[in-house]
């Protein structure tokens, strides 16, 4: 959203730089992203001076050409040769000195230089109105009506200043501050300065000879609509100050009428519209929905097919307009028009936002309704809108003020309480600084008591409904920098101990995946059918299918993560970006029986390319498989008390795979994507993929934690090499170990080496395996670590068939 400084001043006194503005509104939320300064009209004028013609005759050698001499308030007079029809001597008119450069019809300018034209001197040039870029008439030169000095600046003439443009990021939250007087709202608020409303006290009514209607039949989603005519209008050009007005901000000026509406959307935030009265048919105006499939025409010339959840403006034969979306075609103000009937209407923000998002059309007053505007206002915006009309465009009003508001909009009423506001706010700030604070905010005070107040929130501020929220006001006016910061900093906690949420756990396992290297995507829940119809694990039929589809791309919720980040594997593959670690927190949904829907929340991962960049200590080294599981397992040792098990996994999805139980239930699969996975994205490097049930792993995490004394016995550590058919895992060995007659003296089991060669046989494998010892209540003897070992290899011939290597 743009804001003009110039325009802003119209409303409150402003003493402050550009910087120091942009700082203020940042910190009370209305946050600067740019301060530009920008020329009201291009160059500026700046070398373009009053000039006083004292001689003019023909040129001796062009009889279209006249040769004078003009006083700039120079020591000489300049001789300027000139072709305009109606140049003369005594004139006054405007003079681009030698050196000037003017810009016409958005052109880059060009620079005046000394000349000879014709073999005659000239020293400048007399100016028309289209070469200084003040509008589009070249029929001559421009000629003044004033005492000014010669010599004085052409800016000091036309009152020309330059503007700045703050480009403020609205938040979705703040509809109050869509406007030039909502963002002087908040520099009051700060600056305990007025705001000066324009005065509407002069709107008169000329005559009732207009005979239209209103009748609202959907009042849910128009709770108040107001309207007025104006006859007799004459559609033209806007004059220089509205144009500027709208320019400032990047608005195209279109005509008197048009502009005004414009104008008050940006003054006050009050969307408007007009219709042309003598298409009205029937002299009635109704607000309510139309049939399904209805077809209507936008002013773009554009056909839509209505819904029957649109609110539309219509006649006695139709839809005129979508109410606070966009006109129709057939009764919008063109040239042609001569009597308007005006609207200023508050319509509901659900049914807004859902027209526009389901047609695609977002406009000025879209983008305002559908964050809610202030029911207060239609009739005050109508009469300012009505009084800038006449003054722009003629014509008389005639009819009273239509305002059809059948339930009356009352200001929220919210219960405060001091203690709430200073715990919240980090000190106490006073009453009395609150009080000022919420009356600058327009907010009124009742029933103050010791313990605390009610405040009531005008309409217009749709944000402010609980406690907490008006904290935040005071707390955003008083100044987040005015809050000390203590010399020790602490957590406040309702609990004695912070409580262990979804959202904590899951913040929990991001820093675990941050801190090895990978990093976090969100993508589209919305996905392709297609996904589904090509891989045989989904099935096409459990696709949960988005009625008002905005594409094919995005037609379906998604049954698995995996295809969302592949999307972005392959984006960054086709970007040179190879080595990838990319993890994602999300929900998959589908179809299950008697059309109910399931809603899962997942983390995915996945791992390709290179483990690590090259550098001098370490060589490029492709992922492998346990890159990736050694992350994962890690992960739910991390957040979870349960013991787990894994077993091999055979899913057509994985060219291999490992799965994880917990508490007899799967909880994670890993493994090595298929081909025809990733060539479904046109992915022709190998991609680890890794799937984590996280709602189920939330069921079983650590809540608590246990502390123990650090033995003061040492640790010993044993090596040993078993020979094992390739069907047995390692998760196998790790129950061998956890026998119960080893808990307690077994600490820790690792493979440090794995063979699979000619030197053993085809369908056997060897791991290297080394075992930590440890008791805790003495130290170990060889005789008693020799035992152990010992009933550990007979474990392991007994049950898995090893064979022991000495």
Known sequence: MKISLNWLKEYIEIKETPEEIAHILTMTGLEVEGVETVETIKGGLKGVVIGEVMECKKHPNADKLSITKVDIGELELSPIVCGAPNVTKGQKVLVAKVGATLFTDGS??????????????????????????????????????????NGSEARAYFNIEDDVIFEIGLTPNRADGMSHIGVARDLKAVLEREVNWPDVADFTVDNNSSKIHVSVEDKVGCPRYSGVSISNVTIKESPAWMKSH??????????????????????????????????????????????????????????????????????????????????????????????????????????????????????????????????????????????????????????????????????VEVSMIYKNIDRLIGKSIGKEVIFNILKNLDIEIKNKSANGFIAKIPPYRVDVTREADVIEEILRIYG???????????????????????????????????????????????????????????????????????????????????????????????????????????????????NKYEEKYYLGLWFTGQNSQESWIAKNKPVEFHDLSVIVLKLIEKLTADRYKSFILEEEIFKFGLGIIQNDFNVAKIGLLNKNITNLLSIEQEVFYAEIDFERLLSSIKTGFNA??????????????????????????????????????????????????????????????????????????????????NRLMKKFESNLGAVIRQ
């Open 108 to 149: 880059d300018g060009f620079k005046i230089k000394k000349a000879k034209i014709r073999g005659e001197v000239s020293m400048g040039m007399i100016c028309a109105e289209d070469e200084l870029g003040l509008g589009a008439n070249h029929d001559g030169i421009m000629v003044l009506h004033t005492d000014l000095p």
């Open 708 to 789: 123990e004394e650090i033995s003061k016995f040492p640790e010993v550590k044993r090596d040993l090499s078993l020979v094992l058919d390739k069907s047995v895992t390692f998760e196998q060995i790790r129950e061998v170990v956890a026998d119960r007659e080893f808990s307690g003296i077994l600490k820790d089991i690792n493979v440090f080496d794995y063979y699979v060669g000619e030197k053993i046989e085809k369908d056997k494998k060897a791991y290297a395996l080394s075992f930590i010892l440890q008791d805790k209540t003495k130290t170990l003897t060889d005789k008693v670590i020799e035992k152990i070992m």
């Open 480 to 594: 987040y920098e005015n809050i000390e910061l203590k010399k020790t900093l602490s957590s406040n906690y309702l609990a004695d101990f912070p409580e262990v949420t979804p959202e904590s756990t899951q913040h929990k396992a991001s820093d675990l995946l941050v801190s090895n290297g990978f990093y976090e995507i969100s993508t589209n829940s919305l996905t392709k059918s297609s996904y589904a119809e090509n891989a045989s694990f989904l099935n096409d039929n459990e696709n949960v299918t988005i009625l008002n589809k905005l594409s094919e791309d995005l037609g379906v919720l998604r049954q698995s993560l995996l295809f969302t980040g592949l999307e972005v594997i392959s984006h960054n593959i086709n970007r040179k970006q190879n080595n990838l670690k990319l993890f994602e927190f999300g929900s998959v949904y589908k179809k299950s029986t008697q």
């Open 246 to 411: 709208l320019l400032s901000i990047g608005q195209t000026p279109i005509n008197n009428v048009v502009d005004v509406t414009n104008f008050i959307l940006h003054e006050i935030g009050q969307p408007l519209h007009g219709f042309d009265a003598d298409k009205i048919h029937g002299n009635k105006v109704i607000v309510k929905t139309l049939p399904q499939d209805t077809r209507f025409v936008t002013l773009d010339e554009k056909e839509y097919k209505l819904y029957d959840t649109d609110l539309m403006i219509c006649d006695k034969k139709g839809g005129m307009c979508i109410a606070g979306v966009f006109g129709g075609l057939e009764s919008g103000v063109s040239e042609q028009t001569k009597n308007i009937f005006l609207e200023s209407a508050c319509f509901s923000p659900d049914y807004v936002r859902k027209t526009s998002l389901v047609h695609g059309l977002k406009t000025d007053s879209a983008f305002r309704f559908e964050r809610g505007t202030d029911p207060l206002n239609t009739v005050y915006a109508l009469k300012r809108a009505a009084m800038l009309i006449k003054e722009l465009a003629g014509g008389k009003i005639t009819s009273e003020v239509i305002d059809v508001y059948p339930d009356e909009i009352k200001p």
